[in-house]
């Protein structure tokens, strides 16, 4: 499975981004995809997560009412709609897959990751 993450971007705070997702390969072998992001210094943190059907993870209070997750399943994509964003956003945001995880938000139970896309959220 390959992933392909796109979308970020230099945005002022209170702006909004759509980060992209897409998945190729053998998707059919992946239970659930999340969205997880790193700040410089930081820990890998777990920001949302869905499965091909659509059932996600209650989200983080640290992004709750702010971001959402969805899915297209016939173009294999999933996408991360942020809004109201805040300087502490400023992350490389990763998309991951898990072939067995349900509703995971550790990083070590994903099996497929993307490349990482850098959101910075400027004052």
């Known amino acids: 499975v390959q992933l392909q993450a796109s979308g970020g971007g230099l945005v002022q705070a209170g702006g909004s981004l759509k980060l992209s997702c897409a998945a190729s390969g053998r998707t059919f072998s992946t239970n659930y995809m999340g969205w997880f992001r790193q700040a410089p210094g930081k820990e890998r943190e777990f920001v949302a997560g869905i499965t091909w059907n659509g059932a996600s993870t209650p989200y983080p209070d640290s992004v709750k009412g702010r971001f959402s997750i969805s899915r297209d399943r016939a173009k294999n994509t999933v996408y991360l709609q942020m809004s109201s964003l805040k300087p502490e956003d400023t992350a490389v945001y990763y998309c991951?897959?898990?072939?067995?995880?349900?509703?995971?938000?550790?990083?070590?139970?994903?099996?497929?990751w993307g490349q990482g896309t850098l959101v910075t959220v400027s004052s």
């Open positions: 991951a897959a898990s072939r067995t995880s349900y509703r995971s938000t550790v990083y070590s139970q994903y099996d497929y």
